[in-house]
């Protein structure tokens, strides 16, 4: 059966609305993803004023901490000035406390990571978030 150049016209522009309208929900599926997302997460520089280290990271009422660890990760200087952190990050496997730190410390994004570490995108998010959930735990377990 062959069509008319109306009805092919009409088939096409139903087309169009149905590929726009899906569109629009994956856009608005993606921002509430992302939303949820951060409802969760928190940053490490938000986590020290949650355990009452203002941004000089002094505890409250305490002398200045003077405990410091140093790592070098990828050729980069990275100083964790709070040693229940620093002993989780340690506590992850090398691969782990690369990605954890070029992430969170470096500012990398997963992609970026990837390519330094010749792992696809979902990968690093995945050891990222499983290693985050890793800390954590060793957090609680270690909390004074």
Do not use: W
Not at 112 to 127: A, D, F, P, R, W
């Amino acid at each position: 059966m062959e069509l008319s150049p109306s009805d092919k016209g009409r088939i096409e522009h139903q087309f169009d609305s149905f590929c726009k309208l899906v569109l629009v929900c994956e856009m608005k599926d993606y921002k509430k993803m992302i939303l949820r997302k951060m409802a969760k997460e928190i940053l490490f520089s938000e986590l020290m004023l949650i355990h009452g280290y203002d941004l000089e990271h002094k505890k409250a009422g305490q002398e200045e901490i003077k405990d410091i660890f140093s790592i070098k990760v990828m050729g980069f200087d990275i100083t964790i000035k709070n040693m229940l952190i620093a002993e989780a990050v340690l506590s992850l496997t090398e691969k782990g406390r690369n990605i954890v730190l070029m992430s969170f410390f470096l500012g990398m994004t997963d992609k970026e990571i990837g390519k330094m570490l010749h792992l696809g995108q979902s990968t690093v998010n995945y050891h990222k978030n499983n290693n985050l959930k890793k800390m954590r735990k060793f957090m609680e377990e270690h909390e004074e």
